[in-house]
């Protein structure tokens, strides 16, 4: 343990600030011997459950249940880790530690976030020198595990402070709830001053304001919470009302007919034209973390309780509707390729008049027997059958995804281990889209070529959530492979933003080197499986009253 000392990880415990867990040793989940069992039961494991939020207009933070839900299996074919029991510090830990140092960024003597990559390598700096919001939530969470709060508050405090900005793109006024994408600290020497320059969109690429900007600050201040067991905050009225402006934007009514949230291309990670307009499943599972996390540190004043109960009808309807509608599975594609078309009323089947033939061919041989996915899409004659990591993860960890669509996620990742995680975990999106389709969705956009960036790259970032969830579902076996695959190649590559190639083999044609979220997501995943406790920052559990039936389509026998 002097090694552990020596590379500045103090091992703390996030959750038992607010929450004791005397009864459940949750290490236990990373013990367990590996079983070889027949594939005859989907859920043979015991997982993770972490919170329970209740739905009724009550103050304060979600309590723990203490109890575990079914979840996962490990089957025969498991990828297996040689080091399953190890949690002896790791060389490149050290070597990460202090890579995420050199990106902080300091105002007034203050640290305030991360830089997005440190690669003065390259020619271009375009605006990786920025602190954005979604890249500084691994950094957060990596300081947060390692007792470090402080640049997280200050983070927080910062952003909501740029939210009450003005905000206008060639003369049009955006909402007023929207946070920025970035912020760059500007350092006069002369007058020794600081100032900030906040981008809510106008700079980035396509001037596509951001969606997820605030969904993802609001999950962070509750991941400050539940770690530091520190109320204030969240409750200061700054963050309060910056919880309800963002609120105000997602939850206002219009002419939608879906509980789920429109959004353009490039609002989200995805932050190019890549086929996502319309109800993307990483907006929607970012928005439903978000409103059950806004629950839970909302006040109940008079305004407060008017936005919580607006939160629970949504939250019943949106998890009705992603549950139902983007779940795919083996009998749920079945269903889908015997559909009828042109049906109309209440009693319609197939409600977004999907036309069979529109169902691309790879799907049928990339959706095994067993496990399923929420899939990237749900529009009006439009299912995009894509697989998105960021939102299957959030999707389990937020519990949009009930414990059996949980572990049917894990099972996919199982059975689809060379396509999904290839030799450098994971794609961010699969398949590619290339040929024609690439030049009408894409806008022959050259950084999005096939197995590349966007367009089905391997992102190491996404590292801490696939741990997240493995760890919730009973699968932390997953994650150590995956992490010993990661652990070949980040530090030797100089941490590349992301790989190419069908399997991850090369380093992005354009990726940048040092790139903070890939260190960052690499120290959360690694210090998540040292210490599964951490998980109650970033995990939610389903609430037991508002528990549906999801039944299979009719034609399903057992």
């Avoid at 009724?56 to 080091?83: E, K, V």
């Avoid at 204030?232 to 105000?248: D, F, N, R, V, Y």
């Avoid at 354009?510 to 959360?524: F, H």
């Amino acid at each position: 343990m002097e090694a552990t000392r020596e590379f500045g990880l103090r091992k703390i415990s996030s959750i038992c600030s607010i929450s004791e867990m005397e009864d459940v040793d949750i290490t236990k989940l990373l013990d367990r011997p590996r079983l070889n069992l027949k594939r005859e039961k989907s859920f043979d494991e015991r997982s993770l459950s972490e919170l329970s939020i209740g739905f009724s207009l009550t103050r304060g933070l979600d309590n723990f249940d203490n109890a575990y839900s079914p979840g996962g299996r490990s089957g025969f074919d498991t990828p297996a880790s040689s080091a399953q029991n190890s949690f002896e510090p790791h060389p490149m830990v050290a070597e990460a530690w202090e890579a995420l140092r050199r990106s902080m960024v300091f105002f007034r003597s203050q640290p305030v976030g991360t830089i997005a990559a440190y690669d003065h390598a390259s020619e271009e700096v375009l605006n990786y020198d920025q602190v954005f919001v979604r890249d500084f939530v691994p950094s957060a969470l990596a300081f947060l595990m390692n007792g470090e709060p402080d640049i997280v508050k200050n983070f927080l405090l910062k952003t909501v402070q740029l939210q009450g900005w003005e905000k206008r793109i060639d003369r049009f006024k955006l909402g007023e709830g929207a946070m920025p994408a970035s912020f760059k600290v500007l350092h006069n020497p002369d007058r020794k001053t600081d100032s900030v320059v906040a981008d809510f969109g106008e700079s980035a690429i396509g001037r596509v304001a951001p969606v997820d900007s605030g969904f993802w600050w609001i999950i962070l201040l509750r991941a400050y919470t539940k770690s530091t067991g520190d109320l204030t905050l969240a409750e200061t009225p700054e963050c309060q009302k910056g919880m309800k402006l963002i609120l105000s934007l997602c939850l206002s009514e219009g002419f939608d007919t879906f509980p789920t949230l429109l959004c353009a291309d490039g609002c989200s990670m995805i932050d190019r034209r890549m086929g996502i307009y319309g109800y993307p499943i990483e907006i929607q599972a970012l928005f439903y973390m978000s409103l059950k996390c806004s629950l839970a540190m909302l006040k109940p004043d008079t305004e407060g309780k008017e936005f919580m109960e607006k939160i629970v009808q949504r939250l019943h309807a949106l998890s009705y509707h992603m549950r139902s509608y983007f779940w795919l599975d083996f009998q749920q594609l079945n269903d889908i390729y015997r559909y009828k078309t042109e049906e109309y009323s209440h009693t319609a089947v197939n409600k977004f008049n999907v036309i069979p033939d529109s169902i691309p061919e790879w799907v049928f041989d990339f959706i095994p027997t067993r496990g399923g996915y929420f899939i990237g899409n749900v529009s009006p004659a439009r299912m995009d059958f894509r697989w998105f990591a960021l939102g299957n993860c959030v999707a389990i960890l937020s519990s949009l995804a009930t414990p059996e669509q949980s572990a049917a996620i894990m099972d996919l990742i199982e059975e689809r281990w060379p396509e999904l995680v290839g030799e450098m975990p994971i794609k961010i999106c699969y398949p590619a889209i290339e040929n024609h389709e690439w030049t009408i969705v894409t806008g022959c956009d050259p950084k999005n070529t096939r197995w590349s960036y966007h367009n089905g790259g391997s992102w190491p970032v996404l590292l801490w959530l696939v741990t997240a969830a493995c760890i919730k579902t009973g699968r932390p076996q997953i994650a150590r492979k995956m992490i010993e695959l990661a652990e070949n190649r980040l530090l030797k590559d100089s941490w590349p933003e992301y790989y190419d190639g069908k399997l991850g083999r090369y380093v992005g044609k354009q990726a940048r080197k040092y790139q903070t979220w890939s260190i960052a997501g690499y120290l959360v995943a690694k210090m998540m499986l040292e210490d599964p406790s951490h998980l109650g920052m970033v995990s939610l559990e389903e609430d037991r009253q508002m528990k549906p039936v999801i039944k299979r389509s009719s034609s399903w026998t057992c």
